[in-house]
């Protein structure tokens, strides 16, 4: 079995060799893409190794992932999900768990950016939480410390917040507030701050591996944490809310599975079917698993080159600045961007529409800032939040900001030719 398994894997080893061949960049015509997969003969082995497994629920793979996550994400408990959205779903239903002391109680304040993805603040509102929304400002697109220190109220329980493209807020000034903090990670896997990894500073914390972020496992994400309850209150709620914490497979690994009485349940209740949360089944399968041990492999490198694409382009587009908004990070933070955002200085939303379809026609794609000012947006309205302060700078991004790429798969033509585009609209 084992010479057929290391045929089958030689052949597909061949295939992504055939299949996976860099192109030559023609300018007008390649597509630049604002991000995208990057594999190769490593993922493909990897995603068909685990499949001759048969196994397809979490298994070796996963155990493996999880261990090599830990390390990268400077956590000590991490837990698999399957995609960013479930990460951040969790890390706020975790929040809310009887087992914490003082847990988050519906009505409870939480203050968020006004400029994010709807992800972030949806849990909020799932678990009858109230978002505070707070301004950005126009280069780092985060809050600075000061807005969400002066957002504060007695009824202020907790601060969910992205790290915006990548790039890092102050999250060691707002771990310092006493508030509890859950670090959307989701774009900004490799960033530090202070030399710590981004994520490493609040209670718990949440990252996404689809296909366009930093490394992907197709659908999939995590959620971790270093403090015990924490891991735990994640762990039942990931798993049904199940209060047994045996591992798929494994029976009795307490060795009091038959012992416990439990609620009202009969003495002796099998405590597999024992609940303790009104919880999910946001598990994986060991291929995904097995696809992001491959791309752990490589996550230094796509980081460094994140960092590459950024910097030439930021060193392309300076001239602009008085025309342009340009970004910027803070003291200590490094960040490895998601994306390359600038904000036009004149002009509005049709100047900016206009922007995109000149790219467009050079074959080049560009986002907005994702859901822009979320106050803004038709979901909401109607659903109970309080604005902290006026959102000047996130009504001005949603107006006039928007980002192109800067992932791995971009060459130094691609960026320059980004480069040259965006010149010659802002020069006319």
Known sequence: MEALRAEALAAVRRYAEATFVEQPFVP????????????????????????LDGWLTEGRFADRFRAGLGPVLGREHVALTGSG???????????????HERPLQPGDEVITP???????????????LVPVYVDVELETLNP???????????????????????????????????????????????????????GSFGQASAYSFYPA?????GEGGAVASDDPTWARAISSLREWGRDCWCPPGVNDACGRRFDGQF????????????????GFNFKVTDMQAALGIAQLERLD???????????????????????LVLPRSLPGADPSWFGYPFTLRDGGGERRRALQLHLQERRIDSRLMLA??????????????????????ADRVTEAGLWVGVYPGLTDAMIDWIAESVTDFVDV
């Open 28 to 51: 007008g015509e390649t597509p630049v893409r604002v991000a995208g997969r990057v594999i190769g003969a490593p993922e493909l082995e990897a995603l068909v190794d685990a499949s």
């Open 85 to 99: 959205s479930q990460a951040n779903l969790l890390a706020v239903a975790a929040a809310c768990s009887h087992l």
């Open 114 to 128: 006004a400029i994010g993805f709807p992800t972030t603040v949806n849990p909020l509102y799932q678990y009858g």
């Open 144 to 198: 600075s410390l000061e807005a969400i220190a002066h957002a504060v109220t007695d009824r202020t329980r907790a601060v969910v917040a992205a790290h915006a493209l990548g790039n890092p807020y102050d999250a060691a000034g707002v771990a310092d507030l006493g508030l509890t903090l859950i670090e959307d990670c989701c774009d900004a896997l490799g960033s530090t701050l202070t030399g710590r990894p981004v």
């Open 213 to 217: 972020h930093h490394m992907t496992t």
């Open 263 to 278: 609620g009202d349940l009969p003495a002796g209740y099998d405590h597999k079917y024992v609940f303790s949360h009104v």
């Open 301 to 323: 490198g796509f980081g460094a080159a994140r960092r590459h694409n950024f910097a030439r382009l930021h060193a392309a587009l300076a001239p602009l600045e008085d025309r």
């Open 372 to 393: 822009g000012n979320l106050t803004r947006q038709p979901g909401y309205k109607g659903l109970e939040h309080r604005i902290a302060g006026d959102l000047t700078g």
